[in-house]
């Protein structure tokens, strides 16, 4: 065990600070958009990437692997999401095995109508707290610990 390189108290505090700020930060974000529009954190992270595509669809596949989830966990999230007439599965054109997730026009308007919501909690419990300075540099760190995850794969 001689070999492990121990955190030092300054990288403790930064690694502590991130996982439980992360933790809060997701359950306060998650608690307003649920009191406000009775959707889910990860149901509005859905939304927005399904949004942000041109066509309104992606492969459940990479929607999983984008939203850092397993395939299993995002079937049954996109089941109960499909339930609620807010997307819906349908076979890939491009590939009759695969399955794509839809957004539906009741999903573009409950994203529509949460988007605001979610913003102010960003804006109010994360942005507006950190200096410009410290938003680039978080910006940049960040990035960079997420190429070295998306280069590690699976």
């Excluded at 505090?13 to 991130?18: F, G, I, Q, T």
């Excluded at 608690?31 to 492969?59: F, N, P, Q, T």
Aim: cysteine-free; overall charge negative.
């Amino acid at each position: 065990m001689s070999d492990v390189r121990w955190l030092t108290p300054q990288e403790m505090l930064a690694w502590r600070s991130y996982i439980v700020s992360t933790m809060s930060l997701r359950q306060r974000l998650h608690r307003e958009l649920s009191e406000a529009h009775g959707i889910s954190l990860i149901d509005y992270e859905v939304l927005v990437v399904l949004d942000s595509e041109s066509d309104k669809r992606m492969r459940m596949s990479e929607l999983a692997a984008l939203l850092g989830s397993t395939k299993s966990r995002l079937s049954h999230q996109v089941g109960r999401m499909e339930e609620a007439g807010v997307l819906r599965r349908v076979p890939d054109p491009e590939d009759k095995r695969g399955v794509v997730a839809e957004l539906t026009g009741a999903g573009e308007a409950v994203l529509k109508e949460a988007a605001p919501t979610h913003v102010e909690g960003v804006r109010a419990h994360l942005i507006d707290l950190l200096s410009p300075e410290e938003q680039r540099v978080m910006g940049q760190a960040f990035s960079r610990v997420l190429e070295h995850l998306n280069r590690l794969g699976d």
